[in-house]
C-alpha cells in the first residue's frame, strides 16, 4: 500500500502534543526536551578495520520548560516541607495525535527533578521555569 503525499496536511506539531506529569495533563509547559544515548565503540585487532564492536553504557536525559504556576502546583502538591526534588520518581508521558487520530506515545520513566530555580528580568510578561529531570530510561513506542 503506497502512502500518498501529504499535502496541506498537518503531522505532528506542538498543538497536538499532551503531556502528562504527576497524573494530571500538563497546560503550562513550553518546551520538552528528551534523549537517550548508548557509547558504542570499534575494537581493533589485525588490519586496519575494526574486527567487532563494543556496547557500553546507556543514558537517557531530558528537561520540561513549565509556567511558573505548574511548578508552584507540584510543590503545593508535595507534602508541607518537602522540596520540589523530594518528589517521588514519576514517568512523563509525551503523546502525538496526527490528523488521522493516530496516536504516537513517548514514555520518559523514572523522572526526578535535579533542581528548582527561578530567572526573572525586567519586562517579562511571564514566568518560564527550566527545570532538569534525571531518568532511567525512554519508551519509544
Not at 25 to 41: H, L, M, P, Q, R
Not at 108 to 134: A, H, P, W, Y
Request: hydrophobic content about 35%; charged content about 25%.
Amino acid at each position: 500500500m503506497s502512502q500518498l503525499p501529504l499535502i496541506n496536511g498537518q503531522r505532528h506539531s506542538w498543538a497536538s502534543i499532551e503531556v502528562n506529569l504527576l497524573d494530571r495533563i500538563v497546560t503550562g509547559i513550553t518546551s520538552i526536551n528528551y534523549d537517550d544515548a548508548e557509547v558504542k565503540e570499534n575494537h581493533y585487532g589485525a588490519g586496519n578495520m575494526p574486527v567487532h564492536r563494543g556496547r557500553g553504557r546507556y543514558e537517557a536525559n531530558a528537561s520540561l520548560t513549565l509556567y511558573n504556576y505548574e511548578v508552584e502546583a507540584i510543590q503545593a502538591a508535595l507534602p508541607r516541607g518537602k522540596r520540589l526534588m523530594d518528589s517521588p520518581p514519576f514517568d512523563v508521558k509525551v503523546s502525538f495525535l496526527d490528523d488521522t487520530n493516530q496516536i504516537t506515545t513517548h514514555v520518559i520513566r523514572n523522572c526526578e527533578f535535579k533542581s528548582n530555580n527561578r530567572n526573572m528580568s525586567q519586562g517579562d510578561t511571564k514566568i518560564e521555569v527550566s527545570l532538569d529531570l534525571v531518568v532511567s530510561h525512554i519508551e519509544w513506542s
